[in-house]
Structures are given as C-alpha cells and as structure tokens.
C-alpha cells in the first residue's frame, strides 16, 4: 500500500511542477508583453515632446522677429518681415521707418517639409517636417497678415507638422498669432 500511495505523490507532485512551470510562462510572456508596450509609449511619447519643442522653439523665433517688424507681406508660402531700420548703435530710429534693404524671408517649402528663415545673408532651417495638410486632411496657407485696427497688424503662421513615422506618424496642428510692435501705415 505504501508503494501505491508514493507513486500517486510523484505524479501528483510532477503534474503540479508541470502547471506551476505552465502559469510561470504565461505570466513572463504577460509580464514582457506589457514592458514592450509601455517602452513603446514612452517612445511615442518621446517623439512627440521632442517635435513639439523644435516647433515651440522655431515660432518663439519667428514671434521675437515678427514683433519687431514695421510690416509683414505675404506672398504665398513666403513671408517677407520688413524690420526698422536702426541706427548705428543699432537702436531703432524714431519715427519708425522701414528697412526694405534687409527683409528677413520666412517661407515655407512643402516639398522638402522645411521652415527656412533667411536673414542678414544667412538661410537656416528652422523647422521640419511639415506637411501641406491639416491633420483632417484639409489644404491650408501658412502665412497670413491681417489690420485689425489703424496702426495693429496682426501675422498669423499655421503649420501642420508630422511626428513620428510611419503607421504611428501623426499629424499636429500649430497655430499662432503675432502683434506687430512697430506697424507703420503705407
């Protein structure tokens, strides 16, 4: 009797060493399987902080720009910011007249997905990556200039940049509207 009993113990104890080592897997596959996609997000996300801060970076560039401007035209994927002209300390000379020898050009190329600024003689790519559509798909002009009011002029940039590649790439709209400091009248 004692035989019997002790084989019915070592199966008994191989069938739970089976299970035990069954649920150990599972739980390793669950357990990688949820690492993977939070390594995923957080890749993701990433990707997304990043592209937000070029784009934040190249519009407080062309805000601390705009702001200065004595007009802005628009001609268009092209901006032309026509600053003050300034005197040989490099202050602004007063009454504001503008400088139309040293325009900074702003323009947006969709070919290539880039924002170049070209200032002083000197082109630099402020942004990549923007696309010619809204994130619904709609066409859209980058640049516009509205008068507000006598003397207010207001220069609203519209990009629509892609972050991310791929399947996961995602469109994100970025809007801003700039008050020009020194508008003069025509």
Do not use: C, K
Request: aromatic share 4%.
């Amino acid at each position: 009797m004692i035989r019997g009993r002790t084989r019915r113990a070592r199966g008994s104890m191989m069938l739970e060493v089976v299970l035990a080592s069954a649920l150990s897997v599972i739980v390793i596959t669950l357990l990688v399987s949820a690492q993977i996609n939070v390594l995923r997000n957080y890749q993701r996300t990433i990707d997304h902080n990043a592209a937000n801060r070029g784009a934040y970076n190249a519009l407080r560039e062309v805000r601390e720009l705009a702001q200065q401007a004595a007009a802005i035209t628009v001609s268009g994927n092209t901006a032309a910011i026509i600053l003050p002209l300034r005197d040989a300390n490099g202050r602004f000379l007063t009454p504001i007249q503008r400088d139309l020898a040293n325009p900074a050009l702003l323009q947006v190329n969709f070919s290539s997905g880039q924002l170049t600024l070209t200032h002083g003689g000197q082109t630099r790519i402020l942004l990549t990556n923007i696309v010619n559509t809204t994130p619904q798909g709609a066409s859209y002009s980058p640049f516009a200039v509205q008068q507000i009011a006598p003397g207010v002029v207001a220069f609203h940039i519209r990009l629509s940049v892609r972050h991310g590649q791929g399947a996961n790439a995602q469109r994100v709209w970025y809007e801003e509207t700039i008050l020009l400091r020194n508008a003069t009248q025509n």
